[in-house]
C-alpha cells in the first residue's frame, strides 16, 4: 500500500483483542510523525472513533454520550480534507451489521479508494481474552460458563464472540462490494515473537518506516490471572445495579481496579479442558481455511492463526479449574490493601492539584516562579539566590 495514486481510506474495523490497543496506541501517540509520512487520523482523538463505531451501529443514543450522534458522517468529511492515506480504527466497528458496514464503506465519494483490515488471532487465545474483557464489562459468568456458551453458539453465530471474532464473517459484511486485493488481514504473530511485529505488519500495510515510531512506550489491554478475573466477577455480582454501564463503572471499576490493581497482581494463567481446547483449535484451522478461500490479502501468515500443538499441550496439562477459595481469600485482603494506597495516592494528587489552583489565583507569577524552579534546578538556584539577596536589602 505504498503511494496511493489517490486518496485511501483504511478502516481498522477490529477484532477485539488482536492487538488493536497496542496498535492504536502507537499511532495516536506518533499521529505528527505518521502524518509526515502520509498517513492521518482524522477528527481529534481516539474517542471520536469510537463514537463513531456507536454512530455506525445504530447506537448513538442514551445512555451513550450524544456526540455520538452524526460521528461517523463528521468523521468521513474530515478525513476525506486529506489527499493521502486517512486511517479510521476501533475493534467495535467489527460487530456492524451487514448493511451497516455497507453503509460505512460507501459513505466516501468515488474520489476515495477504500481499504479494510482486520487483525486476527487464535482462537484458543481468544477465548480466553475475550472472557476477561467480558468480565472487565460487568459480566458475572464464570469462566467455563463463557466458554460452553460460546461452543453452543458456534452453529448460528449470533452471539457478540462469534460476531467480532468470526473472522470471515466479520468480512464478508465489511468487505462486500470492494476488490479482494482491497481487503486485508493482518494476523497477530504467535506467543513468544517480538511485540514489534505486529507494529511492523500494519505499518508496513499503511505505508509507513515501521523502525521510526517508538512502541515501547504503547501497552496491550492487559490481562488478568485466572485469580484476579474471578474476583472481579464476584464483584460484578455483589454489585448488582451500582455503577452502571454505561455509567461510573468504566472509570471505577474498569481502569481502577481491573487495569490499575488487578492487572499488576500475579496469578495463574487461564486454563480450558482438553475439549474445549480441541475446539478452538478446530474453529481456527476453519477460519484460516475460509479466509484462503475468500483470496483477500493476508499480511503475515495464516498459519499463525492455527494453535501450536505445543500450545495446545501446555494448555491441557492442566485443564480447566476455578481458583480454591482460600487463594481468593488472600488474593481479596492484597487487592483491598492495593486499592487503599492507590486511592490514598490518588487523593494526594488531587489536594496537591487544589492547592496549586489556588496559588495560581493568589499570585500567578510567584507560583508559575515556583513551578519552573521545581523543573529547572538552574532556575531553581537563580530564585532561592535572588531571595536571599533580597532578604538582606
Known sequence: MNGPARPRAVLHVGSPKTGTTFLQQVMWSHRDLAEQQGVRLPMDSFNDHYLASL??????????????QGMW????????????????????????????????????????????????????????????EHVK?????RFDEFVTSVRADAPERTGWFWRVQDYVGVLERWGAGLPASHVHVVTVPPSGAPQALLWERFAGLLGLDAATFDTEGSRSNTSLGLEQAELLR????????RLPLPGPYPGTVKDVL??????????NPLRLTPEDIAFAADESRKLAEGLAAAGVDVIGSLDDLLVDEDAVARAAAEGYRPPAETDLLDESVQVLADLLVDMSATRQRDRASVELGEAVRADPVRTALKELSAQHPALGRLERRWRRLRERS
Do not use: C, Y
Not at 451501529?57 to 455520538?68: E, L, S, T, V
Open 55 to 68: 454512530d455506525i451501529r445504530g447506537m448513538a443514543r442514551p445512555p451513550h454520550p450524544p456526540q455520538a
Open 73 to 132: 458522517t463528521r468523521l468521513v468529511s474530515d478525513s476525506e480534507r486529506w489527499p493521502r492515506t486517512s486511517l479510521i480504527s476501533h475493534e467495535l466497528f467489527a460487530a456492524a451489521g451487514p448493511a451497516q458496514a455497507k453503509r460505512a464503506t460507501s459513505s466516501f465519494g468515488p474520489g476515495t479508494e477504500v481499504h479494510v483490515v482486520l487483525t486476527a488471532r487464535d482462537l484458543l487465545r481468544q477465548l480466553s481474552a475475550e472472557w476477561q
Open 137 to 141: 464489562h460487568r459480566s458475572s459468568l
Open 234 to 241: 464476584r464483584v460484578n455480582v455483589a454489585l448488582g445495579d
Open 258 to 267: 481491573a487495569h490499575r490493581i488487578l492487572a499488576a497482581r500475579p496469578g
